[in-house]
């Protein structure tokens, strides 16, 4: 075992794996991550808890992943890149991991021009592959970047992003490759809509032995409307929504929207355990929490193993 | 003007090595100016990159061009006939130079011969410092036309930090403190007030590709035929 957490153990038992999504509030307000974790416990394996996504200020990562923890949740730590130089990640690192995070998601991070603070100075002193390279040093080789031995190395179990829609396609698999080969554990793709291109992705994935060195948790949003349907189509950048999931969504009643969105992303998560490569799904309910438990049921993925089974 | 510093020879070298035709393009703007990319220093080079090339017992054909400035469209002109007689270029521009460049000519291997240092100034012959780093919101009227976000290494705008002592900055004592010197100068001028109340967190508004148009010629760029010419 690398890390020896929750979602390395089921990973690596072969068990199709489920994680969560829960973005830390624009507070200090404790109780609102406790009322978001509730809802997750026992319903996925891990728990994303994202970096300031979108650029907008939200309560740090690592202190949402600790209180994820103490509600029984196992948290995917992410960190990005666009706000802290390599003495801060490093830190952060060691203090999450001696706190007990034991997964980590690598990742550039969103442009400050998107979130509340435009005109933010942006640091990106490494990139995203660069700080996989940095983590799996600080656990593998127990140093730090500039080459010092760290006393008590943290051994995270290593994630990273990979989106089977963004540009230039044939060159996706590369990236990926190099993700990989930078020390990458596991994978959560973007979120997907179009299936077509996943499934030739996957292939082009499988074809390159690529997922014997990596596990792939294939990403998805439940469409809750129309409207939210067209707004990811239009404005969410790297974000492949085709037409045909427009009109199966605008053909129900709006009330049944919603519940046509999750009967979709069942049908997906149904394909992705059959799928040839596939360790799992990233399930990012945003802001619905609350529908998560009837998701995972729907989409026969309960119950969870339990952590002390997998001893 | 930008300050650039010619590469080791050795990389230069390496970069090339797999060619048999060379042309090194100079630029006579800012970086004959500070001795890196001019006729003269792509004379140096080519001589010195012949040499070494000959102790290796090869013999690669390496000339060289300088065109007025490389940033501009008109002085690329003259290389259209010229770069298909080669299957490499050296630039010897700017950061900027050698892709105006390579985007002039897609299909040449573009190499640059320099490292784009910062925008400074000359203090005397082959001496420079950094004085601009082109944050595209200019406060030296409130600091006495000493720029804090060049000069200061911490980019502090309510400076002196703590580590200041008898005048220089604490990551090297050849280094002034940047608000040393322009305490002195507002004290001098009687300013001194303008830099008493708090600078607020500002806008770093050069965190995406620069670019605009003057407003004199925004109609030239908006009619249809030329969409596409800007980014």
Known sequence: MKSGSNLEKILTKGIFAVTGELGPPRGADLDAIREKAKHLKGMVDAVNITDNQTAIVRMASWAGSLIALQEGLEPNYQMVCRDRNRIAMQSDILGAYTLGIRNMLCLSGDHQIFGDHPYSKKVFDIDSMQLITMVKKMRDDGKFLNNEEITKPPRMFIGAAANPFGDPYEFRVFRLAKKIAAGADFIQTQCIYNMNRFREWMKQVNDRGLTEKVFILAGVIPLKSLVMARYMQKNVPGMDVPEEVIKRIEGVDKKKQASEGIKMCCEQIEEFIEMKGVAGVHLMAIEWEHRVPEIVEQAKLLPRPNPKDLE | ?231
Not at chain 2, 22 to 51: D, P, R, S, W, Y
Not at chain 2, 121 to 142: K, M, P, S, T
Request: with cysteine; net charge negative; hydrophobic share 40%.
């Open chain 2, 1 to 231: 003007m930008i300050i650039a510093k010619v590469k080791p020879l050795e990389e230069v070298k390496t970069l090339i090595k797999d060619f048999k035709r060379i042309l090194t393009v100079g630029c006579a703007g800012c970086m004959a100016i500070c001795l890196a990319g001019g006729q003269k220093e792509v004379e140096t080079l080519n001589t010195k990159l012949a040499l070494s090339f000959k102790k290796d017992l090869t013999s690669p054909l390496i000339e060289g061009y300088t065109v007025e400035r490389q940033c501009e469209p008109q002085f690329l002109d003259l290389l259209d006939l010229m770069v298909e007689d080669y299957d490499a270029l050296i630039s010897m521009a700017c950061g900027a130079g050698i892709q105006f460049l390579a985007e002039r000519f897609p299909n040449m291997k573009v190499f640059p011969a320099v490292n784009t240092t910062f925008v400074g100034v000359n203090r005397d012959i082959g001496w420079y410092e950094e004085r601009c780093q082109c944050c595209g919101d200019c406060v030296l009227a409130f600091t006495g036309g000493i720029c804090p976000v060049t000069m200061c290494a911490k980019v502090l705008f309510n400076g002196p930090c703590g580590g200041s002592q008898d005048g220089h900055c604490e990551v090297d004592k050849n280094i002034p403190c940047a608000w040393v010197d322009i305490y002195k100068r507002l004290k001098a001028q009687g300013r001194l007030d303008q830099i008493l109340d708090v600078f607020p967190a500002r806008d770093w508004k050069n965190q995406t590709l620069g670019t605009f148009v003057l407003e004199e010629f925004q109609a030239r760029y908006s009619s249809k035929d030329n969409e596409g010419s800007q980014r």
